[in-house]
């Protein structure tokens, strides 16, 4: 398990965000309670529930503009821009001397009234406009992983997107860029993160006070190479050893991303092709957005199926963007005979006479 010590578990800040939740008081004022129920933002001054990541998303390409989220100690502001909420926000760049080739997000997933939300497949349309606010020059309609930053505002984790664009966007060094989700299937919104990086002033169309005194968090970067995932996988005592029919045998496998850094793992348990020995189920049986570094645990239960023998095979885990990524992992288990009795020495058993009455008569 040596392998294992280099990797960041997920399950475990699963844990101290739950102990964080029980254990922290969060100090809500009147006013932010009723900002809270305004459908256009979501807006507090801490103190907020936050647990920090040590991990800082890696770029594709060379940041040519950045604008970093508001930390949820500070005052602190999500803007919703969601289509079918009827409101898209709009925030300013300047000075590019490269073409966009890749976009990075910050924000919450949420329904109203305000309570999470799975981004799982959640489509945004981002839209580089000119500097006059008139002319779409790029658009783009893109579904990226939501990868869980492990901030917390107010009981919300704050989650990231990032995006290259295909092609990149040019000739706009000084523009505006807009980010809306168009479409969920869980029915989110997004709640774009502020940010006081910028200029302290973005634009809210549908807002009744569309001028903001904050702007949106989001980072550019130039051309580059994508960040790779790998698949690596550890497996804990799926060796079962000796085990009688019928029993249930357990064990973990640890998935990895051992890949470049900035890349996110999706994975799956190839689930149809399992040894036939036994009844099989992996919980969970695939996961998304790892990032490099981490791991996910899947817990392996086995309910045996075949008498006495020596079985072997294999279990694969497969990286879900490239079938040429996998894991092979040997499993095994040993079926001794099970005790059994005949009906003849079961009567032997309740009437020990009847064993010498049958030597008398065949004369052993």
């Not at 578990?9 to 809270?36: M, P």
């Not at 990226?144 to 107010?154: E, L, M, R």
């Not at 497996?235 to 051992?258: D, M």
Request: aromatic share 12%; hydrophobic share 40%; with cysteine.
């Amino acid at each position: 398990m040596e392998k294992n010590m280099k990797y960041i578990v997920k399950g475990a800040g699963v844990l101290l965000v739950a102990a964080a939740l029980i254990f922290s008081t969060v100090a809500v004022t009147a006013e932010t309670v009723k900002e809270k129920m305004n459908p256009e933002f979501l807006r507090a001054t801490g103190p907020s529930i936050s647990v920090e990541n040590e991990k800082t998303p890696a770029t594709a390409g060379a940041i040519i503009f950045d604008q970093q989220p508001i930390p949820p100690d500070g005052s602190w502001i999500f803007m919703t821009s969601d289509a079918g909420a009827g409101y898209r926000v709009w925030d300013e760049y300047w000075e590019l001397t490269e073409p966009i080739c890749d976009i990075h997000w910050w924000g919450l997933s949420l329904v109203y009234p305000w309570a999470n939300c799975d981004p799982e497949g959640m489509v945004f349309e981002i839209i580089f406009w000119d500097a006059l606010l008139g002319n779409a020059v790029c658009t783009y309609q893109v579904s990226p992983t939501a990868i869980a930053t492990g901030q917390f505002y107010s009981g919300f984790e704050m989650f990231y997107w990032e995006t290259m664009l295909d092609p990149c966007c040019d000739l706009i060094p000084n523009g505006w860029v807009s980010i809306q989700s168009i479409s969920s299937p869980n029915q989110c919104w997004l709640l774009w993160s502020g940010s006081e990086d910028g200029d302290l002033y973005c634009y809210q169309e549908g807002s009744t006070t569309p001028d903001g005194d904050t702007d949106a968090a989001f980072q550019l970067t130039a051309e580059g190479e994508p960040a790779y995932p790998d698949i690596n996988c550890d497996p804990v005592g799926l060796n079962f050893g000796t085990a009688s029919p019928g029993a249930t045998v357990t064990a973990q496998i640890y998935v990895c991303n051992g890949g470049d850094a900035g890349s996110y793992l999706n994975w799956y348990v190839d689930t149809a092709a399992v040894p036939a020995w036994g009844t099989w189920t992996f919980s969970p049986a695939g996961g998304t957005g790892v990032a490099e570094g981490d791991c996910d645990i899947i817990d392996v239960t086995c309910v045996l199926t075949e008498e006495k023998g020596d079985y072997t095979g294999e279990i694969t885990v497969y990286n879900a963007d490239d079938a040429t990524d996998y894991c092979k992992l040997d499993t095994s288990v040993s079926v001794p005979r099970a005790r059994t009795h005949s009906v003849i020495w079961n009567l032997f058993e309740q009437f020990p006479a009847l064993y010498q009455i049958l030597e008398i008569i065949f004369g052993a």
